[in-house]
């Protein structure tokens, strides 16, 4: 089977500070992948080269056997995207947020949006300026869901989450995984990403350190 997500010798520089280099990453379809590190250690500048949001500097990257620089409108079709510096319209309600980023999508069933804003807790009728930084999160996150993705890239998915909406993210996670689709998800929580994914991946300095199933993480 094709790997959600491949990556070859990726290397990206931003005139000579050092993004990600030499990293040799596979993410398998159907697995939730937890990609861990730091601050500043290359998670966000992997993400956005997978999106074809920045340029490699060397190597190359897929989604779906898809080459991100040449094939990212196909790509975009079938990942749901978080951010992890999140700016939305203040002046719209959610719900209305949700409609436009579904009419962008081609999508008019805005069902598991809302289902996923439900299931968080976030009231979709009031506008966004009234937002927490936690609500605006799970708008975020409603709007990742929105079209029901093959690949789910988050970005620091729990920023500004209470303990119980993270559980029930943590529940999302589990519908995503047991339908076959795939989640790859940035965090700098080590608990927390061993209690959801499958295998680890392990960023430090823009270098991969290591990936290992979440077994052998806690052995060592």
Do not use: C
Not at 53 to 76: M, Q, Y
Not at 82 to 110: K, N
């Amino acid at each position: 089977m094709t790997p959600a997500i491949r990556t070859s010798r990726l290397t990206k520089y931003y005139a000579d500070i050092r993004g990600v280099e030499d990293l040799d990453l596979e993410v398998a379809t159907g697995e939730v992948f937890g990609f861990l590190g730091p601050n500043g250690a290359g998670k966000s500048t992997t993400i956005r080269v997978l999106l074809d949001f920045i340029r490699p500097t060397a190597g190359s990257a897929e989604v779906f056997g898809l080459a991100t620089t040449a094939e990212s409108i196909e790509i975009h079709r079938r990942v749901g995207y978080l951010p992890g510096e999140l700016a939305l319209y203040d002046r719209m309600t959610g719900d209305e947020l949700l409609r436009y980023f579904g009419a962008l999508r081609d999508v008019t069933d805005l069902s598991e949006a809302r289902r996923v804003a439900e299931v968080l807790d976030l009231d979709l009728t009031r506008t966004i300026r009234s937002y927490s930084s936690g609500n605006r999160q799970k708008l975020g996150l409603a709007q990742a869901f929105l079209h029901r993705p093959e690949l789910l890239i988050l970005d620091e998915p729990t920023n500004g989450l209470d303990p119980l909406i993270q559980q029930a993210f943590y529940g999302l996670v589990n519908e995503v995984r047991a339908e076959g689709r795939t989640m790859f998800l940035s965090s700098h929580v080590l608990p927390e990403v061993e209690r959801i994914a499958d295998r680890v991946g392990i960023i430090r300095g823009g270098n991969l350190v290591t990936v290992a199933s979440v077994a052998e993480l806690k052995a060592k």
